[in-house]
């Protein structure tokens, strides 16, 4: 019997790149809902190939079924659904994460926003409801935030303290991780940079299945692996995305937010790349000492939209 799927953000990358791994596994999964942001034509396609029991379009421009943020839930939640994958980029996806979770399925998550801006509510919301989460992929290098970003998820996803968690820099990105057992022996996980890997292990987890769709590893074409230790003068926005993860609570979600901004705006060339830390640091600032525990959705969300209000001012100042 085939493995009912959800994807959420069909018609991102992450998304095009899920339905391309279940493609080569249709004898093991199905897909049972996607949801799109705004590419009706590309949904659209999509529903046609896969034919799914749910679609739907958050950005839709009607009042449909099945359109704006509440589909994500209802696909998220479907009840032929065992596995969700969540490719929506940025905080728009913590409540269908948290609601598959209470049902009881597998989240994949491909955004790091969820666990960085309320980790505590998803482990409460996987034990309560027995849900599992198993994946993680972003971006945001050139600052290194993804670093600190990552720093939080690993302190989530493994129960890991902080100061158990390292940062290196790699340049040639083929070594993903490494672990280090209590006997000293470490082991690293190794391959060509590629989505459907994760994915595809995410989907089939704790087993390993037969494909083909990914390049093999070859140690000789690999070449050389270097790493260099990270120097926290030049990346001033990880340290804030350290010192956030220590003070807790909803500072994480601040930081996650005002990254998000400053990101944005430096894309539309509205600041200078050197303002993204600047942005980020004042912003996280401003929230120490202000007893946002993040102990509920609606909070982690009241500080989401704070700290991006904060972003906006800092930034025109």
Not at 38 to 56: C, H, I, R, T, Y
Not at 148 to 169: G, M, N, P, R, S
Not at 205 to 210: G, N
Request: contains cysteine; charged residues 20%.
């Amino acid at each position: 019997m085939t493995i009912g799927v959800a994807v959420l953000g069909s018609t991102g990358s992450i998304g095009r790149s899920t339905l391309q791994v279940l493609a080569r596994q249709r004898e093991r999964f199905r897909v049972v809902a996607i949801t799109g942001h705004s590419n009706k034509d590309l949904l659209a396609q999509q529903a046609a190939e896969w034919k799914p029991a749910f679609v739907g379009l958050v950005n839709g421009g009607d009042k449909e079924k099945g359109n704006g943020t509440s589909c994500l839930v209802e696909a998220a939640t479907h009840p032929d659904v065992r596995i969700v994958v969540n490719g929506i980029v940025g905080a728009a996806g913590l409540e269908a994460t948290l609601a598959a979770l209470r049902a009881g399925k597998r989240v994949a998550l491909a955004n790091k926003e969820t666990l960085v801006m309320a980790g505590e509510l998803v482990a409460q919301a996987a034990r309560d409801g027995g849900g599992e989460i198993v994946k993680k992929i972003t971006v945001d290098s050139a600052t290194l935030v993804n670093k600190a970003l990552e720093v939080i998820e690993a302190h989530f996803l493994f129960d890991v303290d902080y100061d158990q968690v390292e940062v290196v820099i790699h340049p040639q990105s083929v070594i993903h991780g490494f672990a280090e057992f209590v006997d000293g022996s470490v082991l690293a996980q190794v391959g060509f940079p590629t989505m459907e890997l994760p994915i595809l292990y995410a989907l089939t987890y704790p087993d390993r299945v037969p494909d083909q769709g990914v390049r093999r590893f070859d140690p000789v074409a690999a070449g050389t692996l270097t790493f260099e230790a990270l120097q926290p003068a030049r990346f001033p926005a990880y340290v804030v995305g350290r010192e956030a993860a220590r003070q807790g609570g909803t500072a994480p979600a601040r930081f996650n937010a005002a990254n998000e901004v400053a990101v944005q705006l430096f894309l539309e060339q509205r600041i200078a790349f050197g303002r993204i830390a600047e942005i980020i640091e004042h912003v996280v600032g401003r929230g120490t000492g202000d007893g946002g525990r993040g102990s509920s959705l609606e909070e982690v969300l009241a500080a989401d939209a704070e700290a991006r209000r904060q972003a906006q001012e800092v930034a025109c100042s």
